[in-house]
């Protein structure tokens, strides 16, 4: 599968979830580093003025906050350690 991506953008992205996954048999980072992906690409839209991607790129960091909010409300709930709060917390748009 990796080399299927091999010479694009996400090679790093699919090495990495794929490695992590036949360690820990968990998707978790693979969905972490695509959405940390996803916000890096719409971080473009912080400095256009007018136009579709600061939009998008609102609507979408306000998602990965509320996920973010979710993910921390959980972990606390739960009682787990900072350290594993701090592996799942996605990046923000700021």
Same mark, same amino acid.
């Given at each position: 599968?990796?080399? %299927?991506?091999?010479?694009? $953008?996400? /090679? ?10 036949? $360690?820990?048999?968990? %998707?978790?980072?693979? /969905?972490?580093?695509?959405? &940390?992906? %996803? %916000? ?23 998602? &990965? $906050? ?7 409300? &959980? ?11 701090? &592996?799942?917390?996605? $990046?923000?748009?700021?």
């Amino acid at each position: 599968m990796a080399q %299927l991506f091999s010479k694009t $953008d996400y /090679e790093a992205l699919v090495s990495e979830g794929i490695k992590y996954w036949q $360690d820990n048999k968990s %998707l978790t980072r693979i /969905e972490i580093l695509k959405d &940390n992906y %996803l %916000l890096d690409l719409l971080k473009i839209g912080k400095y256009t003025s007018f136009g579709l991607e600061s939009i998008i790129g609102y609507i979408y960091a306000k998602e &990965n $906050d509320i996920k973010n909010i979710r993910i921390i409300l &959980n972990a606390k709930k739960y009682l787990l350690s900072k350290n594993i709060i701090k &592996n799942n917390v996605r $990046d923000t748009y700021v």
